[in-house]
């Protein structure tokens, strides 16, 4: 179903490209930067089934725990969570559409009642709520063609102008052959924006990049196929709270298993640095990725899983 997240999804940390997304404090909204919070990491036996992961999540979500994703290693994957927000969430997994007008129908039902869409894999569509909180969410699916044939100006025109008026780009689809772009706006409100860049010659370069970007407020998530070229999309907020937003990322060689992966996440997540995923790099280096967010608050802020939320 997915066609592109605009998220790094790579091949041994977050390889099932099911995972989650964003905290809130009080909301999906966030709770007042990343830098200031502390990440606590769990990984769990993978549920099978959509009602044994349900349950899973649930209880996890009961304790305050976020469902990030499936990292994988030797072909075995275990489930992820992290808790770093005052708040408990409560899940859905529903039977994933078979086509595009079901699924909208599906993601807009959810969202009146304050369940956003957070993830989809084999077993379900995942939708999560911060228990009590009244946030409610609104779906938008705009026709779209490949983004590999449209140029990046047109991408960054587009997913601009709505921002502007408070959709951010959630996903980019596929079903049933056909091609569209989810938005979702939030009933707290928030206004966002894009830019896109060429990927830098080495690894060194490429990281102070990052920072360069992170230091405007806008925040990496991910290699886009375009007409013109492959391009590194960053996402900022725009709204006034955000004004001075900061980003910094930090890599680390790859660890080797679920277990070292929360060993390491929670010695990073101890100074606020949460996880970004595993980042193929310039030459061919792939590192364990984690980011730093100062004087932030909101979804664009948070530890999310590698379908981008």
Known sequence: MIRRAMVVC???VLAACGGGD???DGGDTGNGGTGSRVHRYVELATASTAANFQAQLNVQGALGYRYVGLPGYGGASRSLFVNDASVAYTYEVLVSPTTATAFVAQV???????????????RGVVYRKV???TETFTYEAVDS???????????VATVNARGAAGWRLHSELVMGG???DLYEKSSTPATYAVRVEEVAATESSQMARFDVNGQAGYRMRGIHVFADGNLWVFEASTTA????ATFRYFAYPLVT???ELVTQANTQGASGRGLEGQLNLPGGVARDLYFLATDCSGVLCDVRGPSGQ
């Open 22 to 24: 964003d905290a809130g």
């Open 178 to 180: 056909v091609y569209f």
């Open 257 to 259: 298993s679920a277990a």
């Open 10 to 12: 790579l091949a041994a």
């Open 131 to 133: 228990t009590n909180s």
């Open 241 to 244: 709270a955000n004004a001075k």
């Open 145 to 155: 063609v490949p983004h590999g044939g449209l140029p990046s100006g047109t991408y």
């Open 108 to 122: 807009t039902a959810q969202g009146v009642r304050g369940f956003r869409l957070a993830s989809y894999d084999d």
